[in-house]
């Protein structure tokens, strides 16, 4: 290798978030910095909460905090919980875990429902749970939609379906930090009390908001919640939102570019959207199966649409393999987090990507494999373009 500092061309961020950034948003962003407090802003800013809601399928606000994802994970369970509330989760892989982390530091009680992160949410466990839960102890069941370590998603409408089974009053939240613009998410029709969400994955902005949708139910429960909420009181938001402001300095920029990263999705129409990102996963797991490798998801209905975790071969680091693929090819794929680094690597397929990228990400990815002597058989490239160039393969309506 040479030792010149500039690449050429676009850097392949294949990673699950943040994602490439399209250049109309771009463009939207690179705006002179307007008055929060001014006319121009309170424009903007009811534009953007109203439009917020299309993507959430939801009539009930949505709050955006200038955040990462983490921060309305907390203004979730801090504004509607007590110190000592049990609350239902589902160890679905490391973001399920940090969550989980998040709620013991918070003084509440995690019920862990133990999982080998090989799949999504065990709708009958949770259901197990919820029925041998008499006195109704559990205040919340929290799922994490995507779980972006394993590439396992989990059925929410489902989840949804056991607490209306067993009549269990518990609050429903879920996150949906990188499924929102990638798969269907309904927070109004699927009964969700508290959808959590960011900017930097599906929505195709850079990191910097979190969004929150609320529903009426998880409303009333803030007003007796006892944790303690400052920066993330719900209540200070929806009261400033309600005239188009924020109570304290938004992030301005980033609400120019989600002015036209919603415009964007409507554009392509959301269940084009939906269909792009299951062929794009379709065609990342037939290359992945043609190289004799496996994915971490070791259930069919559970794949994700968003990204895909690939299992290195035993005796090989996945984090060598990825350095190889970085330092050769300029291309980021995804690192394994908690109880999988090192044994896999993932392959993001979210966002403003489409399928000549994906070519080209699984072309780098067959390359590095070589290059970094893990075993595999060649021609994954070639079973994905197979795929993407069936007749009709293309359209969205083959894929949906
Ligand atoms: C990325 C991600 C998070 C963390 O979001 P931050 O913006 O880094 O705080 C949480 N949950 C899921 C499912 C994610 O993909």
Same mark, same amino acid.
């Given at each position: 290798m040479s030792n010149a500092s500039r690449r050429p061309g676009r850097h392949f961020l294949q990673i699950p978030g943040p994602t490439p950034v399209p250049d109309r948003v771009q463009r939207? $962003?690179?705006?002179p910095i307007l008055d929060h407090r001014g006319p121009e802003f309170q424009k903007l800013a009811e534009r953007v909460l109203a439009k917020s809601q299309s993507i959430f399928k939801t009539k009930q606000p949505v709050i955006i905090f200038p955040s990462s994802g983490t %921060?309305?994970?907390? =203004?979730?369970?801090?504004?509607?919980?007590?110190?000592?509330?049990?609350? /239902?989760?589902?160890?679905? %892989?490391?973001?399920?875990? &940090?969550?989980?982390?998040?709620?013991?530091?918070?003084?509440?009680?995690?019920?862990?429902?133990?999982?080998?992160?090989?799949?999504? =949410? #065990?709708?009958?466990?949770?259901?197990?749970? &919820?029925?041998a839960d008499k006195k109704h102890a559990i205040k919340a069941v929290c799922i994490v939609h995507n779980e972006t370590a394993t590439g396992c998603r989990s059925h929410i409408d489902q989840v949804r379906q056991a607490l209306d089974a067993t009549g269990h009053p518990a609050l429903l939240m879920v996150d949906t930090i990188s499924? &929102?613009?990638? $798969?269907?998410?309904?927070?109004?029709?699927?009964?969700i009390d508290v959808t959590i969400s960011g900017s930097q994955k599906g929505l195709m902005l850079p990191p910097g908001l979190s969004f929150t949708a609320i529903s009426e139910k998880a409303r009333a429960a803030s007003k007796t919640a006892k944790l303690a909420r400052a920066y993330?009181?719900?209540?200070? $938001? /929806?009261?400033?939102?309600?005239?188009?402001?924020?109570?304290?300095?938004?992030?301005? %920029? /980033?609400?120019?570019?989600?002015?036209?990263?919603? #415009?964007m999705l409507h554009e392509e129409g959301l269940d084009n959207v939906f269909a792009r990102h299951e062929r794009l996963a379709e065609a990342t797991r037939r290359a992945v199966a043609a190289w004799g490798l496996e994915v971490l998801c070791a259930k069919a209905a559970d794949y994700s649409p968003a990204v895909t975790?690939?299992?290195?071969?035993?005796?090989?680091?996945?984090?060598?393999?990825?350095?190889?693929?970085?330092?050769?090819? #300029? $291309?980021?794929?995804?690192?394994?987090?908690?109880?999988?680094?090192?044994?896999?690597?993932?392959?993001?397929? &979210?966002? #403003?990507?489409?399928? /000549?990228?994906? =070519? %080209?990400a699984l072309a780098g990815v067959e390359m590095a494999l070589g290059l970094a002597g893990v075993p595999h058989r060649k021609g994954g490239v070639d079973a994905a373009m197979a795929y993407f160039a069936q007749p009709g393969g293309g359209s969205a309506a083959q894929a949906a």
């Open positions: 939207a $962003m690179a705006q %921060g309305a994970w907390e =203004a979730a369970l801090t504004n509607t919980l007590s110190t000592g509330d049990t609350v /239902l989760m589902v160890e679905t %892989g490391q973001f399920a875990t &940090l969550w989980k982390n998040m709620a013991v530091r918070l003084g509440l009680v995690p019920e862990f429902i133990a999982s080998d992160w090989r799949s999504g =949410a #065990d709708v009958n466990l949770i259901e197990q749970h &919820l029925k499924s &929102l613009g990638v $798969m269907d998410l309904r927070h109004d029709d699927w009964g993330w009181n719900w209540d200070d $938001m /929806l009261s400033n939102n309600a005239s188009g402001f924020f109570p304290y300095t938004p992030a301005t %920029g /980033l609400l120019y570019g989600l002015d036209v990263a919603i #415009d975790a690939v299992l290195m071969p035993d005796g090989h680091n996945a984090d060598q393999f990825r350095k190889v693929a970085l330092e050769r090819f #300029d $291309m980021s794929l995804g690192t394994g987090l908690g109880k999988v680094a090192g044994k896999v690597f993932r392959i993001g397929h &979210l966002g #403003d990507t489409n399928e /000549l990228t994906i =070519a %080209g």
